[in-house]
């Protein structure tokens, strides 16, 4: 039988296909961001692959000195966590009654470890693409940790996927303790964020350790959280700062430039930190 | 056109952008070089049809942007460019170059622009400077791809075809 062509005008073609575009474009994007994830998932193979060529491209240089400076960072970022989470413990000693005496940071805290698929590290946007065992209590905004630092949060996932936005993409937001001060950290989107406008009667200096704060943010700034959901028990390192200088706007102000703990690029897994993980 | 390969050709730009090309600072966006290339080298219809598809791909690879932006910038883009290319031949390399560093700008901005209108996403304080490099680089990329592209899809793009 011969095959009858129908002709299509393209006027026609072009509005419904943009019809098809907007229909996109409104859908729930819960919806549309498991069809994202899921096509990682699909194509987790070849992707990984040109991941780690790409890496392996990059890397071919310092590839002999790479791995002892990632232990070295790996131990030095879990040194940092354990004396900002004993400074915590000293103090909480000192203020509480007995009943607090037990308590533990991490006490009913889960950890999900996941792979690297891909990552997107780039001016326009830094995010990691993870792949996770079937873990219960995912939800969007859980921190997630590369060699004993923080690196980003959560940011959509489906069942074994997740995309992680790093603390240094753009759009990103994460309060953050620098110099004893708790402020709202912004991503700058070069493997750098900044904490902006910080007063200079806080004495903050190049190489202080910048930990991200269990408090909740309200606009700029910082409060605490008794009542909200947290997503972090005690304070965890993200990065140290790279650079203070004077704000642009204000002379009394500090510009902070934060680069992270750990080396996010050659992150080849990832752990999520489950806040009171379901039983 | 042999939408077969095109198929093919598309998941490899695809899964070749997100996968390897994600690591570097500054990259051409391939999907736009195809974009360019399909508009350029097809039939006005055909160029509507790859334009939207290839809007599609780069939308499935567009996160933490969600779908959609770039469906519609892509498939508005592609089809100006193929009205254009009825009236303006795009032959030479330069005049190549220049057609992706401006379609690379107008999706770009438009993408953007349907993303922070529509669905309220944030948008980066540097995604100009983004954008501008980004088109830079496809764009001295892009014509050294059309050959081996035209050779991939089987096409002769030496003769000057305008529909």
Redesign the interface.
């Known amino acids: 039988m011969a095959r009858k062509h129908t002709k299509v005008s393209r006027r026609m073609l072009f509005t419904w296909l943009m019809l098809g575009g907007l229909i996109l474009l409104l859908a729930p994007q819960n919806l549309t961001g498991k069809i994202q994830l899921g096509f990682v998932r699909v194509f987790r193979w070849p992707l990984s692959i040109g991941g780690d060529f790409a890496l392996t491209a990059n890397t071919q240089q310092t590839l002999e000195d790479a791995v002892p400076r990632r232990k070295y960072d790996k131990l030095l970022n879990h040194s940092h966590n354990l004396g900002a989470k004993l400074r915590q413990q000293e103090e909480k000693f000192r203020k509480l009654s007995d009943l607090y005496k037990k308590y533990d940071a991490w006490e009913g805290v889960d950890f999900v470890v996941a792979d690297v698929i891909t990552a997107n590290i780039d001016r326009a946007r830094s995010e990691l693409t993870v792949a996770y065992g079937k873990g219960t209590g995912m939800v969007k905004g859980q921190y997630v940790l590369g060699d004993n630092s923080i690196i980003g949060t959560i940011s959509d996932f489906s069942s074994g996927t997740a995309h992680v936005k790093l603390f240094t993409d753009p759009t990103s937001k994460m309060p953050a303790r620098v110099g004893g001060v708790e402020r709202m950290m912004q991503g700058n989107g070069d493997n750098s964020a900044k904490i902006p406008q910080l007063l200079k009667v806080h004495k903050v200096k190049v190489g202080d350790k910048v930990f991200a704060s269990n408090k909740k943010m309200v606009g700029d700034e910082v409060v605490a959280s008794n009542n909200q959901v947290r997503f972090l028990d005690a304070s965890m390192i993200v990065g140290k700062v790279a650079q203070v200088k004077t704000s642009r706007r204000d002379p009394l102000l500090w510009d902070v430039t934060v680069k992270p703990a750990c080396d996010i690029e050659k992150l080849e897994n990832v752990a999520i930190i489950i806040m009171n993980p379901r039983k | 056109m042999r939408w077969f390969r095109f198929a093919v050709l598309i998941l490899a730009a695809t899964?070749?952008q997100?996968?390897?090309?994600?690591?570097?600072?500054?990259?051409p966006d391939l999907l736009l070089v195809l974009l360019v290339f399909f508009a350029v080298h097809c039939s006005?219809?055909e160029a509507?049809?790859s334009s939207?598809a290839i809007?599609?791909a780069a939308?499935?690879?567009?996160?933490?942007m969600?779908?959609?932006?770039h469906?519609?910038g892509f498939?508005?883009c592609g089809?100006v460019l193929a009205y254009l290319h009825r009236v303006v031949a795009i032959r030479k390399m330069p005049h190549q170059a220049l057609a992706i560093f401006a379609a690379a700008l107008l999706a770009g901005a438009l993408t953007h622009l349907?993303a922070v209108l529509?669905?309220s996403?944030?948008?980066?304080?540097?995604?100009y400077?983004?954008l501008f490099?980004?088109s830079v680089c496809s764009s001295i990329v892009g014509p050294l791809l059309f050959m081996p592209l035209a050779w991939c899809m089987n096409m002769k793009i030496n003769r000057l075809r305008r529909r």
Not at chain 2, 59 to 64: F, K, Q, T
Not at chain 2, 121 to 127: K, T
């Open positions: 899964i070749l997100k996968g390897m090309l994600a690591r570097f600072g500054f990259k006005t219809s509507i049809i939207f809007g599609l939308d499935l690879i567009g996160s933490p969600p779908m959609g932006p469906t519609v498939g508005v089809t349907l529509i669905q996403e944030p948008l980066a304080p540097n995604i400077t983004v490099w980004t």
